[in-house]
């Protein structure tokens, strides 16, 4: 087998440390398959560097280790920029059962990079990373924010508050000033039913019944205290949301990436005369805006995770294979068989799922015709096809949006809805 990188090395990543296996390329020739050297390193930051020191002694150019969780990321953060790193599947390269310890486990992968076996999961510029971590802590804070609410209506469940029956909003202006006088004191529901603003006040009536209960200065407390988490839960998010667009602005001035550059989607779609302006992170959020059901929010949340160079995922339905939104391959024997979706991105998958429900909802009349066709599996020419998810529908139209940096109608015009889904 022809050796790509005769200069490579495995890491096996611990919580404490580290096992290396260095690869050289024998210079008697008597050994083919090159001189292995075995190290174990701690995990602290000295200790790191020389990890570092000891490989490029050697002259290793390229290393490997496995994702294991938050473990690999110190290593990576020291050894990014000396050398070239392979961040691999652990489900990708597992070795013979029965064989399983550290050292075989770095040798394993030493001899796998060597041989240019390894595929390199996708690592952005620690700028983009950087980003990532606000969208996705934001998304925590949303998460549990969520979760305050409900906490909420079941205190006030357990007190014979059927406020929730009434209102569809328990926080809105009208149920957060109920609350409050409910917080405070306040015994007579026609009185807090009173509060009610705008369209609620035509629900007086119902709102004196809901307010009905058997509320304990310890129902009290448990409120006061949770209307205060939220009240500082929403602080967080504002904060988040201002340091993301400080971002995303910082990223644009610092890069652009030109369209002429982009890799070209599966949907033949014109370009316009006037050549567009350079793709940055900002364009990027604006154009995926306009796609019905996403949100300024879910636009910043796709660009952290994806970034704006549509050229790493080749095509549309890769990216969305790499999304995790699309159906794997289970075919044997000519029978294709049900093949379950593959993990994929788990962030980005989720966060178009979420998006994907506000836009099977959209009342823009050209995404109906454009995801009703494919959630009822019509074709272009009128004959089935497959049908894939709303969340594949989405993430497809993400990529042309960017590398055409056009909206997301002329993908729509153009494809008339009889795509096949991506299921390589």
């Not at 400080?246 to 644009?252: A, F, G, I, K």
């Not at 959020?285 to 019905?292: K, R």
């Amino acid at each position: 087998m022809e050796v790509v990188f005769p200069y490579c090395a495995g890491l096996d990543v611990h919580k404490k440390r580290v096992t290396a296996c260095r690869l050289v390329s024998d210079s008697t020739g008597q050994t083919p398959e090159g001189v292995a050297e075995l190290e174990t390193f701690g995990t602290m930051t000295h200790e790191l560097l020389a990890l570092a020191d000891w490989l490029v002694e050697a002259g290793v150019t390229h290393v490997a280790m496995e994702s294991t969780g938050e473990y690999w990321k110190p290593v990576y953060n020291l050894l990014e920029g000396i050398v070239t790193i392979f961040l691999v599947n652990a489900s990708h390269v597992k070795n013979v059962p029965g064989r399983k310890t550290d050292p075989a486990d770095a040798r394993w992968l030493a001899k796998l990079m060597r041989y240019g076996l390894l595929q390199a999961s996708f690592i952005p510029p620690i700028a983009q990373r950087d980003l990532r971590d606000l969208t996705r802590y934001r998304t925590k804070l949303v998460q549990e924010r969520a979760r305050e609410v409900n906490r909420v209506q079941g205190v006030l469940e357990r007190a014979n508050i059927k406020l929730a029956s009434v209102a569809s909003d328990v926080l809105g202006v009208s149920g957060r000033a109920m609350l409050e006088a409910l917080i405070a004191g306040q015994a007579d529901p026609a009185t807090m039913a009173a509060l009610a603003k705008r369209r609620m006040r035509s629900k007086i009536p119902a709102l004196e019944q809901a307010l009905t209960g058997t509320v304990r200065d310890h129902h009290r407390r448990l409120l006061a205290m949770q209307l205060r988490h939220i009240d500082f839960l929403d602080e967080q998010i504002a904060a988040l949301n201002s340091a993301i667009a400080h971002c995303v602005t910082t990223l644009s001035q610092e890069a652009a990436v030109s369209p002429a550059s982009l890799a070209p989607t599966t949907i033949d779609v014109p370009l316009p005369t006037d050549p567009p302006p350079p793709l940055t992170f900002t364009r990027a959020v604006e154009l995926l805006d306009t796609i019905p059901g996403v949100n300024q929010r879910g636009a910043e949340m796709i660009v952290a995770e994806i970034g704006i160079d549509m050229a790493r995922f080749g095509t549309a339905p890769r990216l969305a294979a790499w999304s995790g939104v699309a159906p794997g391959n289970n075919e044997s024997a000519g029978k294709q068989r049900s093949g379950k979706t593959r993990k994929g991105n788990q962030v980005l998958r989720a966060g178009l799922t979420q998006l994907a429900h506000g836009a099977v909802r959209t009342k823009v009349r050209m995404c109906q015709r454009y995801i009703g066709a494919w959630r009822h599996g019509e074709g272009k020419d009128g004959r089935s096809s497959p049908s894939p998810t709303p969340s594949w529908s989405v993430s497809f139209l993400c990529s042309p949006a960017m590398s055409h940096t056009a909206n997301w109608e002329r993908t729509i015009l153009t494809s008339g809805g009889g795509i096949t889904p991506w299921t390589g």
